[in-house]
């Protein structure tokens, strides 16, 4: 026991003080490090759902330092460029059990983070740890033991866990929104499609003292988030109520998650998600950007495994220990763990150096 911490406490400080967390400031979210000094990186993401799920936890009455921790080491597991580049290590990953960020996030923090001498990774608590793993197959689950169990007995993890899961979801829907209109990918015209933005822009347009552009959209987004996480609140809070969970126990046998947002927005959010998906995950620029950002990826991966020694000492000979034991599963997995573990930029010195000296990136 420490003398003034409690064990969350613990958990978030040695997330705080880890070194896979410092790297998330130069991993993209959507918009590549480069592109801007203002858009938001994996950092900010991971502090934005932190905030997010702390104001809510604090309403609820729940444990605000254990769904701090969950939110700040959510995305601890994530690839340099994204989904583009999760992807990517999935692809090459295939013939050996594939790759989730979601569970590279809890090989983060159980074993691939070196700092304590009596232990591997950070030696957080089950809950911390449950709210980490969001998703998981169920082959990877069978693997996992108890903190698996609840994805082959479809069963809930705690409500901490379950407030992360839906901050997460709120707060890059309204970060990427804002984000995209800064780098003009998206227009406000386009966002009259989206319910929950036109009623908020159109309200707050009507004041009688008029707004600039860039404040007008600071106060839309901000409108809308704020309905939103309301929203959480009060629909959480009536579930509750009727419910009455007695028990960590009732929790985790309900069949649905019991923080949620209400069925009607529920829809309102979804119509904010498909517009993303539609009009700024796959524009065109962010598409070009993605498919070289997976040919890098895909070039550093084959260049690892055909030689190993050509990763800094210590992953060369992670990947020759696990290859004895478990053949090129083993050399692939200590491969993708040093992928993973990299920046945007890093990744992209790394393919300068040994495919192309010639990348721009
Ligand atoms: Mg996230």
Not at 341 to 358: E, H, I, Q, S
Request: hydrophobic share 40%.
């Amino acid at each position: 026991m420490h003398p003034y911490r409690g064990a969350f406490q613990r958990d978030r400080d040695r997330i705080l003080h880890s070194s896979a967390f410092r790297r998330l400031v130069y991993k993209t979210q959507v918009f590549i490090n480069h592109e801007g000094d203002l858009y938001r990186t994996r950092l900010t993401h991971s502090l934005e759902v932190a905030q997010v799920a702390r104001t809510v936890a604090a309403q609820l009455g729940l444990h605000e330092t254990l769904t701090e921790a969950i939110c700040l080491a959510h995305d601890l597991g994530h690839t340099p460029f994204g989904h583009s580049g999760q992807d990517a290590l999935d692809r090459c990953m295939k013939p050996w059990g594939g790759f989730e960020h979601n569970l590279q996030s809890l090989r983060v923090v159980d074993e691939l983070e070196e700092r304590y001498a009596d232990f591997p990774g950070l030696n957080l608590t089950y809950e911390t740890r449950e709210g980490i793993l969001k998703h998981c197959s169920r082959r990877n689950a069978r693997a996992l033991g108890e903190l698996g169990e609840r994805f082959l007995k479809r069963r809930q993890p705690g409500l901490e866990a379950q407030l992360a899961n839906v901050a997460d979801e709120i707060a890059w829907s309204h970060h990427d929104l804002d984000d995209g209109l800064r780098a003009g990918l998206i227009t406000l015209d386009e966002l009259v499609e989206v319910g929950l933005f036109k009623r908020h822009h159109r309200s707050l347009r009507g004041r009688r003292s008029p707004m600039s552009r860039r404040v007008l959209v600071h106060a839309t987004v901000r409108a809308m988030m704020d309905q939103v996480i309301t929203d959480l609140i009060e629909a959480t809070r009536g579930r509750l109520a009727r419910l009455r969970p007695v028990s960590i126990e009732a929790v985790r046998a309900h069949g649905r998650p019991l923080v949620a947002l209400s069925p009607a927005m529920v829809a309102g959010h979804r119509e904010l998600k498909v517009f993303l998906n539609r009009h700024l995950y796959r524009h065109e620029r962010v598409l070009a950007r993605n498919r070289r950002a997976q040919a890098l990826l895909a070039g550093l991966f084959e260049c690892y495994m055909n030689d190993v020694r050509a990763m800094p000492r210590e992953h060369a000979e992670r990947a020759l220990a696990w290859e004895r034991e478990q053949g090129a599963r083993g050399r692939a997995r200590a491969v993708a763990d040093y992928i993973a573990g990299m920046t945007d930029r890093y990744a992209a010195a790394a393919y300068r150096r040994l495919v192309d000296p010639g990348l721009e990136w």
